[in-house]
Structures are given as C-alpha cells and as structure tokens.
C-alpha cells in the first residue's frame, strides 16, 4: 500500500532526540510512505514512490499531513467507575491531596475496581481505548493499580492481557501494585511494601510467565507524599530489579521526595510527572538515560498553574515525552493531541518539539523506540492521517479531533470494526 501526496510527511526520524535537538521532524514535503506486511519500506517524495511503485493500492492523503501515531506512554486506563464528585467538590476548593487524606482519591477507584467483574473491567476500558484509537494513539503504556491486592492486581492483568488481544493498539503493560497505600495498610506503608515485596513481585511474575508469553511488565512506583516515601519506593523498584522487572517511577507531582534522582540512579526506562523537581535533580535525570515523561493533563485537570519544567529538562540536555496521564482522579484525558495542545502553551514546546515528545521519545519511555514512533524501513506502519495541511495546527487548535484515518500495522481500522 502507498499513502501518497501528503503535505508533509512527518517522518521523526532519526531516533530518540536529546535536549535542544528536540523536533526534528524530518519533514518530506509532498511525501508518500510505502507499506509492505504491516512495516514501512520506503518513505520518500510522492512523485518518486508512485513512479516507482504504480501498481500498489493507493490511499491519496489530498494534501493532509501524515505522521507516526501518537504512543501514550503513561496511562491509568483500567477502572471502575468514576470520581465526577470529587471534581466537583475541587471546582468548590478542596484540593487532590485533602479529599486524598478523606479517603476519596484512587482508593476510591480503588472501591469500585475490586468490586467491578472481568468483563465489566474489560467493557470500561475497552471504550476509553476507543477512544485513544479515535484520536490516533496507536500504542497504549496501561498501568494496574486500581486493585491493590493480589487478587484484583492480577484480574486487571488479566483484562489488560485479553484487551491487548483485541484491539488494535499494541499495550505495554505496567504493574502499579505501589499506587496508593491500600485501606487495610492505612497508615502502615511498611506493611504494605513488604507485602508488595515479597509476594506480590514474585507472584506476579510468576502468574505472568504462565499466562503469556509476553516479556515481563515494567513495575512502577508512586513515590510521594501520601503514598510512597523514597526508601519505599527505592526497596519495591530495586526487588522488582532483582527479578528482572524494568521499571518506572511517578516522581515530584506534588513534593520533591528524590523520586527522579533515584529514576537515574537505578536506570529506569522513565521518570514521570517531574513538576516540582529541582535544578540539581533535573541535571543528574537530564546526565541518564531515563525518559522524563511530562503529564500537563494533569495539572490542567487539578487548574494548578505549576507544569513540568520542560525548558530546564532541555537545556540540560534531557529526554523529554509527553503522555496524557489518562485517570479518573487528576485526567481522564483519551487525547494526545489535547496533551500536545497544553505542551505548547504550558511548557512552552514548539508544536514540533511537542510532536516529537509525543512519538519517538514517547516510544522511548516505553522502551519500542526500535519499533514504533516514527515512519523509517523496518518499522511498524502505524500511521496517522491528520485532516489539515499544516503540522503546526497540532497544539494549535485543541477541543476537537483533528484525525481524519488512523492505519494500525499497516490496516485502515474503521471505528465501527474496533469493538
Ligand atoms: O498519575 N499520581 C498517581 N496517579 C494518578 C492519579 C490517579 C488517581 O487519582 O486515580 C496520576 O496523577
Ligand atoms: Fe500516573
């Protein structure tokens, strides 16, 4: 197949891009991809690949722009039910972190998740994947951590196992045991790491290689205030280590515990959320190899004014991703392109930097920076056609879908034949 005549052809490519480097898109004008067994073979001018190639079936993007789809690599997408009060009790001035201390917040996600079946699960999340699909993300990082228990930590492994066999995204999916301090260890943290520590990890890695033959998930950690102080969080990430776990870490949303030093130090994949880190800690992340993912739909769904310090991550030479942070609490958010829209005005990235954050460095984060976020020979052909003529109008205009086709592997996936 060739997709031809696009304005411009966001190619991305190149690799993952440091610092200053970042938003390089490679653009071809009047550019054609050719697609061949779900890979991209060839990208070039149109004018060449349809001399070339007269024979392939031909989609004509009519002047649109064409670019990688969107990898979201930080997402809480499996739930039950939803936290519509408590944002209503924040629009009247309780803050996250109050109505957290109450009671509210992912312990009471946490409520209606161990009380939801499989296949209720299954039916909350496939639609909000939906939805991701719609708006042109096309690989999905999927955190647990609504469960919080062995029992309901595993169903939603389970759900995210079936899920990744039925839509068109691919998952990479992430083990969040460590998201919140369970109701029957209120107030006993220790009690609770040592119980993700030494049966959980194991158990789940255990139940993992029996179920599938997936490689491992990635463990993560919410290092924070309220949740999980930094010799907690350093235990869990070290034993996941020790068993051969990659990892993540939620670092410095509110309070700066050293979650993103730590990030460095153990050679996590990524650092996630980064709003109040230091100077200091943003240079020894910026000096690794760890992905610093920013979440702007999270201060945005809080209207707190304090963003990721993406100009600072930059200047000091970082790897920088955007992801939406999807959530009932902080950002049930499904759209990359509103997370580009707040990148631009909020940590003030140019539509291309933002672009590039939100594609190659996003499949970095994940580890699948070799497979997904840009349109290069060997690559996976997931492709997205936008319904405007310029990149730029990316960030730009927010608050509609501007995807006119998102093609998966290599196939135009109507949304009708998603579900
Ligand atoms: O990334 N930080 C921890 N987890 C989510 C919030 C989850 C929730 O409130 O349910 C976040 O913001
Ligand atoms: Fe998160």
């Known amino acids: 197949m060739l997709i031809h005549s696009a304005s411009q052809l966001l190619t991305t490519a190149g690799g993952p891009q440091r610092g200053h480097d970042l938003g390089n898109l490679e653009v071809i004008k009047d550019g054609a991809v050719l697609i061949e067994g779900g890979l991209i073979v060839e990208t070039g001018a149109s004018e060449d690949l349809l001399a070339k190639y007269p024979d392939q079936e031909q989609i004509n993007a009519r002047g649109r722009v064409v670019m990688p789809g969107f990898v979201d690599p930080h997402t809480h997408v499996l739930w039950a039910g939803d936290r519509a009060l408590e944002f209503e009790l924040r629009a009247q001035g309780r ?65 995210y196992l079936e899920l990744a066999e039925e839509v068109p995204q691919d998952m990479v999916i992430t083990f969040l045991g460590a998201h919140a301090v369970p109701p029957e260890y209120a107030g006993a943290p220790e009690g609770y790491t040592a119980l993700v520590c ?66 460095a130090e153990l050679g996590a994949v990524s650092a996630d959320h980064l709003v109040v880190t230091s100077q ?62 707040l990148a631009c005005r909020y940590m003030n990235l140019s539509p291309a930097q933002a672009i590039v954050a939100a594609t ?30 310029d990149y730029r109008h990316l960030g730009y205009r927010f608050g509609i879908n501007l995807v006119h086709r998102v093609i998966k592997d290599g196939k135009y996936v109507p949304s009708e034949e998603f579900s």
């Open 95 to 159: 803050s996250y972190l109050e109505i957290m201390e109450a009671g509210g917040g992912i312990v009471s996600t946490v409520k209606a998740t161990r009380k939801a079946s499989l296949a209720d699960l299954k039916s909350q999340t496939r639609k909000r994947l939906q939805n991701m699909f719609a708006h042109g993300t096309t690989t999905v990082e999927a955190k647990t951590g609504y469960g919080l228990e062995m029992k309901s930590e595993l169903r939603s492994l389970q759900a």
């Open 280 to 341: 200091e800690d943003i240079e020894v992340l910026a000096g690794s190899d760890t992905v610093a993912v920013a979440l702007p739909c999270t201060p945005f769904g809080l209207a707190e004014g304090d963003y990721t310090p993406a100009q600072e991550i930059l200047s000091a030479g970082g790897l920088l991703a955007v992801a939406t942070d999807l959530n009932p609490g902080t950002a049930w958010c499904e759209s990359m392109q509103f997370a580009v829209a």
């Open 360 to 389: 190659i460095n996003a499949a970095a984060a994940v580890g699948k920076e070799s497979e997904v976020g840009s349109l290069e020979p060997g690559k996976k052909a997931d492709i997205i056609i936008l319904d405007v003529s």
């Open 198 to 263: 030494r049966e959980m990890l194991p158990g789940i890695k255990k139940w993992w290689s029996k179920h599938t033959s997936r490689s491992l998930p990635f463990v993560d950690v919410f290092c924070e205030e309220g949740a999980f102080n930094l010799s907690q969080s350093r235990l869990i990430l070290e034993t996941a280590q020790s068993l051969g776990f990659a990892i993540k870490i939620h670092a410095d949303e509110f309070k700066n515990l050293g979650g993103a030093r730590l990030a």
